[in-house]
């Protein structure tokens, strides 16, 4: 029921109660919803697996993210996230152009942001742990040098 021009002033009145009646349950009733959702970590870790493997061609290089571990810190909003990598490509060895590939973890921890907009997670302000596909990437070499030295010797 419209209460514009042409009704009269009892179906403008009826129309103002009916309003406040609404309004009235509406402010009843809200305090009572909840408007809180809870993610429990293996839910997030279910979304977040879902969207791996991620791969990126770069040149003549590709790279690869698997196996993602979400690790929610002491604090509420700080969460780490640790990852499995695998780069392979075309690299100089001994004798012309080879095929390489390194695997290593690597791992970030953040602030926890969410965008409710888009209904996504973010990681504010990384803080990117490389120390262990770097020593993964050490050793590599150490274990190639050690071969070659020997084949040398040899």
Known sequence: MSAGPGHTAVERARVRLLCAVLVGVAAALLPGCTLHHTITRDELQAQLAAQFPIERGMGLWALRLRDPVLRLGEREDRVRLDLAVDVAGLAPERGGVGFRSLSG??????????????????????VIDRDAMIKAHVQRIRVERDRLVVEYHL
């Open 105 to 126: 973890h690597a791992g970030a921890e953040g602030t926890l942001d969410y965008q409710s907009e888009t209904g996504s997670f973010f990681l504010r302000d990384p």
